[in-house]
Structures are given as C-alpha cells and as structure tokens.
C-alpha cells in the first residue's frame, strides 16, 4: 500500500514533464554551414547545433561567404511547421537587433541563406561577435522557444568601401533665422512728379477749351443739382476724395492703408455715380441737352 502512495506522486511528476516537454517548441537536426563563393556542393566548415547549449566557437563569415542554417522544427516530439521562425543577431554594443525569417516547410524542415548584403550595416562594423538566437513560436498553448545557439564574427574585406545609408530626417529645433527685408519703395524724385503735375494741369485749359466748341451747355448746372442734388454732390465728392487718396498714398500712406479707405470711397462714387447718370439720362430723354 505504502508502494502505491510513494508511486502515484512520481506517475504525477513524469506525466507533468512530459505533458511539459510535448508543450515546447524547440529544433532537431540543427547545423550551420559557411561556404565560401564558388565553392561546391558540401564545401565549407559545418557544425552542429544543439537546442539546449550555445556552440563552443564562433562561427566566421568572410566578405565572399554564405552562411546557411538548416534545422527541423518541432513541437514536443512532433516535426511541424511553425508560425514563426527565425534567427536573430544582437550587436552587444549597440543592441541592434535584426531577425531574418527561416524557410519552413510543412514537415518543420527550415533553411535560410545569409550573405554579407543581407546584413546591416552597423553588423559589419562591429568589432564584436555577434549573439546568433533561433526564435521558434506559433499559436496555442505550446511554449515558444528562444535561445542563443552560437556566436557570429562578421569578417569585413578592409579594401571595400562601406555602403553608409543616409541618416533619416530628424525634426528638432534649428537654428533662429533672422529675416531681412528689403527696404520700403520710395517715391520718384520731385522733380519728375513736378513735370507730370504741371502736363496735366497744362491740359485742364485745353479741355475747357474742347469743351466749348464741342457746345458745353453749363446752364444744367443748376438744373441738374436741383433734380439730384445729392448724387451730384457725393459723387463729385468721392472723386475729389479718390484723388486726396492718391496723395496721400504718394506721400505718408502705405498700400494697407490705401487700399481700404480707396475701397470705400470707390464704392460710394460707383453708387452716387449711377443715380447722377441716371439723372443726366431723363434729361436727355426729355430732349434737354
């Protein structure tokens, strides 16, 4: 009796390990081969791996070499393919870490082929060897596995040059930047502006001249401030107004302030011009010239 209580703990115990084990992923069937370019089928420095302890000496891979892995993946006792599988490198200076995915098949065998282009360049400047960990994992309940498995040296050809990518954009504060801006545009000088001035004041005679032997009738004058006294006197206004702009834009005003005030001056001579026309119009309609 007392057997048979001391024997179910240990059936209890084994069960549970094995339960455990058959839960794990892991690899059988491991090794890593470098060869070197041109070299034939089976040539090149081969060596075993083992799930359970890292490989005891560093594997090298020269500037011509490939490195292949190749292994059987597993779950518990069981070859199968896995969801995911790859071989992760760790730059211990940096910690640059850079996975590369395994070629699995359904029957868990994988493989993958690593060259010196397929590795970053902050892998072939390490002065270090680099931790080489299989990653192996999928879904379910079954434990992932992840281990280092050996040691890689990347060896550099010293007389090729360093393929360097380019630092990507950082956005950060820059530097203040002082605008310069150009100075204020200055007016003519007077003497120009006198001899427009005094041309068109020249011209004002020979206008009234003009108007006279074309037959000018002035008597409306008051005919027509009776009529629409106050359109003919706001849009006489708003001219004179426009012109006192213009002025000021020529002497102390700037184009923000001229353009506003010319805004609504221009506005109201537009409004008080058309009923001024109008007016002039009825005139003419009823045969008054």
Partial sequence: MRF????????????AAIVSAASSWSFEDAAVTVSSKGAGVGAGAKDKLSATSPLSKSVSLGATDTL?????????????RPHQAFLTLTDPATGVEESFLLNVKESGKGSLNLAHKDLPHQFLTSSKPLPASIVIGSFGSSTAYKAKVFDLNVARDPDAPLAVPEKPLRYAAEKEIHHIFRDDPRSPPKFITLIFTAAVAAALPGLFIVWATLGANANHLSKALGNAPISHAIFFGSILALEGIFFLYYTTW????????????????????????????????????
Avoid: C, M
């Fill in 4 to 15: 048979f209580r001391s024997l179910v703990p240990s059936l209890l115990v084994s069960s």
């Fill in 68 to 80: 292949k892995l190749q292994l059987t993946a597993v779950d518990g006792k069981k070859a199968t």
């Fill in 254 to 289: 700037n184009l923000f302030q001229t353009l506003p005030a010319a805004t609504v001056v221009g506005l109201v001579a537009f409004i008080s011009g058309s009923r001024a026309l109008s007016e002039v119009q009825e005139r003419r309609l009823a045969g008054l010239r």
